[in-house]
């Protein structure tokens, strides 16, 4: 005997129909406004650089040329600040998952004494600060000026990646596993490392990438904080090689050829500064798709599900 099973469908109403084709058309929109500014930094990167100052580049690129990458690339600081970066970004990240996720986990426990009052502490951190002169001189007084350590440091905390992760352990992890662990004669260390770690590998991905990004795109800390060029990080080099192929003017020229020499230079910064944005971003993009599964698992993990 033969079964058949018919194929049922659902028929789509004229406005589910208008509804979803809005959504297609604004879901492009979206998609375009997003990736049109990274695609044309790398055309107007790799462009003339004429052409690029007057405005001439707009969808595909004109006369070829890697001469703003070879003047970015020819500088030997910008390899320092590469090594500083790399480094800065692994140890605060590290650092940064060591403090956060320990405090994450204490306090999504309900019976943690003095819960509330140790979140709304560090909650109030979130909006109130001492200031940038206090911080200064607190970080002088700790003999911290010019050191690798102040970059790494200042990173080590994020309340909102705590607040993230509290909120992943207190509604993702069953309490059941935890009572399971105690039974067996486990305490609070070994539910954390035998349970707790193993099941957020999401979260602190997550985490991890928030925190590396945070990292690898710092300067601010490290323009206030350092002042040796052996220490800044990428995005200061960078920056002070774009402002030190600033520092010239057609005006200054003596005759037509240093003149001509000049304006090349003025039309090369541009180029310049699309390059700049694509060797200080090139290395978390690359990174990026390694993390994208646990990235996407772990934003949505711990959200309110309807």
Known sequence: MHYTHAKSTIRESRGDKLFGAIVTIFLLCALLVTLY?????VIA?????YKVAT????????GITLEA?????KESQVWVGYKNTLLYAVLGTLLHLACTIPCAYALSKRNLPGRRSFTLFFMFTMYFSGGMIP???????????????VLILL?????????VARTFFASSIPEELYESCRI?????????????????????????????????????????YTNKPALQPLQLV????????????????????????????????????????????????????FVQKYFVKGVMLGSVKG
């Open 184 to 224: 067996d004669g486990g305490n609070e260390l070994r539910a954390f490392f035998s349970i707790a770690l193993p099941l957020s590998k999401p979260i602190i991905a997550v985490i991890a990438l928030y925190a590396a990004v945070g990292q690898w795109n710092g300067y601010f800390n490290a323009l206030i």
């Open 155 to 163: 990173g080590a905390v994020s309340v909102y990646n705590m607040i």
């Open 238 to 289: 960078l920056r002070n090689v774009l402002i030190l192929n600033q520092s010239f003017s057609v005006a200054d020229a003596v005759d037509a050829e240093e003149m001509a020499y000049m304006a090349r230079r003025a039309y090369m910064v541009q180029t310049m500064k699309y390059a700049l944005v694509f060797v200080a971003s090139a290395p978390i993009m690359c990174a990026y798709p």
């Open 69 to 73: 990458y070879q003047n970015i690339l």
């Open 45 to 49: 990167s790799i462009s003339d650089p």
């Open 135 to 149: 911080s200064y001189l607190l970080v002088k007084d700790l003999n911290l000026i010019d050191t690798r350590t």
């Open 37 to 41: 500014p990274l695609y044309f930094t």
């Open 55 to 62: 405005g001439q580049i707009y969808f595909y690129p004109q």
